[in-house]
């Protein structure tokens, strides 16, 4: 059974910087394409990005240019670097692996963007 640990929220002004990590158990890490979604209250959850297991690269309009996603499959994890942080992108941030019958979720991380 596949599990997801993510690390590297907290609090940080707007303009602010920072990187999130998904930790990911078993071998099937380096075979699939990885997310990060978002979850903001009151709202449905949100693509933030995808990499595919040859490295292509996916983002949410609202991210572009802004946020990087990387993978290092040695390490099986995920990264999400976040710069000029927006209060908007105030939310918990999850990572997904996609599976059959059900894709694998990790609890989340909190990242709070400040005015």
């Known amino acids: 059974q596949v599990q997801l640990v993510e690390s590297g929220g907290g609090l940080v002004q707007a303009g602010g910087s920072l990187r999130l990590s998904c930790v990911a158990s078993?071998?099937?890490?380096?075979?699939?394409?990885m997310g990060w979604y978002r979850q903001c209250p009151g709202k449905q959850r949100e693509l933030v990005a995808t990499i595919t297991s040859g490295g292509s690269t996916n983002y949410g309009d609202s991210v572009k240019g802004r946020f990087t996603i990387s993978r290092d499959n040695a390490k099986n994890t995920v990264y999400l670097q976040m710069n000029s942080l927006k209060p908007e992108d105030t939310a918990v941030y999850l990572c997904?692996?996609?599976?059959?019958?059900?894709?694998?979720w990790g609890q989340g991380t909190q990242v709070t963007v400040s005015y």
């Open positions: 078993g071998s099937i890490f380096s075979r699939v394409t």
């Open positions: 997904k692996l996609p599976a059959w019958p059900t894709d694998y």
